[in-house]
């Protein structure tokens, strides 16, 4: 690992040698502090309920805090004209233009906590298909994030892709300019060898990397550590795509990689025997449940 990773990192060492490191980068991103913090910033201070369209991020520990505190989870496509007229936060992930414009034609008060990061692939791609370019979205279809991008398109003239048998089978004219966005979350050394095999088949491609600079770092201290590693463990929310990512990462460079969204998941004697023991977590993970973690690993 560099200096600058090792030096934001936590460490624990026992007498023995045994050692837990925790990423320096672990934990909440800034557009999910920002989100969360907004929320906040409302409970308590504002008449009428509060809704989140859908979770304010992808953490079930979060999300239920803010239920128990009397925020009302709005369900994608149910029915605005039921509930009952209040403030309505947009999540960290984004939402379409329709759907802010639907918000604000049922009345309801918006606020907006989308991550900045995310808000400017939106500009992006309303920007370059108003130009005239073909959208090409490197990301997860059925992500939140994605589907609000798709959403500030103008025209039908994009395509969400994921891997490289997607690329090899795209067809769309060369003749077309093709602009090349992100899912904030995607992972860099993917996004770079798709956007290459783009550029291979010949489009004239103006490829925007929107892969946000914490995920980048998060990425590339998660390889080191779990190179390092004995047992890696990543902490994150069951539906949080760039907890899953780094856990894919993190096996690729360490077999005993394990998921747990929090430390009632971790079975401390099965941790006895280990010497090195890497811990990192996802952009929506409280740091309350990473510090439980890492206490747990020093029994």
Not at 58 to 81: I, M
Not at 186 to 208: H, N, P, W
Not at 256 to 270: G, H, M, N
Request: aromatic share 8%.
């Amino acid at each position: 690992m560099d200096d600058e990773m090792q030096a934001k990192e936590r460490l624990w060492k026992s007498a023995s040698g045994r050692e837990v490191r925790v990423a320096g980068s672990a934990g909440f991103c800034f557009g999910v502090k920002r989100a969360v913090d907004t929320l906040s910033g409302l409970v308590g201070k504002t008449a009428g309920p509060i809704y989140t369209y859908g979770p304010i991020i992808h953490n079930e520990t979060v999300v239920e805090d803010f239920k128990n505190r009397g925020v009302r989870l709005y369900e994608e496509n149910a029915d605005l004209s039921a509930l009952e007229p209040g403030t309505m936060v947009l999540r960290s992930h984004g939402v379409s233009r329709d759907v802010q414009n639907a918000i604000a034609g049922a009345g309801f008060e918006t606020v907006d906590a989308t991550c900045p990061f995310v808000g400017k692939i939106h500009r992006t791609v309303e920007q370059y298909s108003r130009d005239g370019y073909f959208i090409l979205i490197l990301g997860n279809p059925d992500h939140p994030e994605v589907q609000g991008i798709t959403g500030w398109v103008c025209g039908d003239a994009y395509k969400v892709v994921s891997n490289e048998d997607e690329i090899a089978a795209l067809n769309v004219p060369t003749d077309r300019k093709v602009c090349v966005v992100a899912q904030t979350t995607f992972r860099f050394d993917k996004f770079e060898k798709l956007v290459e095999m783009i550029e291979q088949k010949g489009y004239y491609t103006y490829a925007q990397n929107t892969i946000c600079n914490a995920t980048e770092l998060r990425q590339r201290e998660a390889a080191a550590l779990s190179e390092w590693a004995d047992v890696m463990l990543v902490i994150g929310g069951k539906n949080s795509s760039n907890s899953r990512k780094l856990f894919d990462i993190c096996r690729d460079h360490c077999g005993r990689t394990y998921f747990l969204q929090t430390a009632e998941e971790l079975s401390v004697p099965d941790l006895y025997s280990i010497q090195h023991i890497g811990i990192t977590a996802g952009a929506s993970t409280p740091e309350k449940i990473i510090e439980e973690v890492f206490q747990k690993c020093q029994k």
